[in-house]
């Protein structure tokens, strides 16, 4: 059953799906690390794909940028096509020096000032922290740890806003909420997860440091991303 925004039958995406914020970086996943795969989505270039690792089925879909485009998305695939679980797999940028670029980091939960959860749960109350499945992040640890992989764990920031007029922010939030990077979905698809009792995590690699003002160049975070894609597919 196509919704407005996912043309794919129902049985078309498997159970776990992981979600980058590109498209192309999706079809990336496909082409390189999947077989036998199909294409069930199009709509607005949001690609979306079912393949094999290892023999398992998986599947990968952009999510597009920022809280409301992965609230959609994550949403119907939870709800309209029996999805179980998803993966954000992204980049961030670090709010401490003790981050270096290319690091992965394992979200233990979700601070923001976004009104999405309060919003789309009508709460009257705000909520600023969300939470990924627990037992999700111990299998993603475990695959880290089979594949030597280290990772970072600790709370990330969920912005709203990519382009502010300071920085000042920076070492305050890491000051008073603890987040060791941002980024600007995993709020959102935690709270879906929550709200359809279905599992979400978040691994991050880091792409820029906001401390020190090291960065990445676009080549550099292609290939980079590996390690993340690496654990994250070993869900299959």
């Known amino acids: ?18 979600m980058p914020g590109d498209p192309l970086r999706a079809k990336f996943i496909a082409d390189t690390y999947l077989k036998d795969v199909k ?4 709509v607005r270039n949001m690609f979306g794909y079912t393949g094999t690792y290892h023999g398992k089925p998986i599947s990968v879909m952009g999510s597009g940028m920022g809280m409301p485009s992965i609230g959609i998305y994550s ?18 940028g670090a709010y401490t020096a003790d981050l270096n670029l290319y690091d992965v980091v394992l979200a233990e ?16 109350e705000p909520i ?51 987040c060791l990077a941002v ?20 691994l991050l690699t880091v792409s820029d440091n906001l401390i020190t003002m090291e960065e990445t160049t676009s080549e550099e975070r292609q290939n980079a991303f590996t390690k993340m894609m690496d654990i994250a597919l070993g869900l299959a």
């Open 1 to 18: 059953m196509a919704t407005p925004h996912i043309a794919a039958d129902v049985g078309e995406i498997a159970k776990t799906v992981l």
């Open 183 to 202: 980024e600007m979905e995993s709020f959102a698809l935690f709270h879906n997860a929550k709200t359809l009792g279905k599992q979400a995590a978040c």
């Open 128 to 178: 600023h922290i969300t939470h990924p499945s627990a037992e999700l992040n111990r299998e993603l640890e475990q695959i880290a740890s089979k594949l030597d992989i280290p990772i970072h764990k600790g709370p990330i920031h969920s912005s709203d806003v990519f382009y502010r007029t300071s920085l000042d922010h920076v070492q305050e939030i890491h000051a008073a909420e603890g």
């Open 39 to 42: 294409r069930f989505n199009t």
């Open 109 to 124: 939960y979700a601070w923001s000032e976004s009104t999405f959860a309060q919003t789309q749960s009508g709460s009257s």
């Open 75 to 92: 949403y119907e695939l939870f709800q309209f096509f029996g999805v179980e679980r998803i993966v954000r797999i992204g980049s961030c």
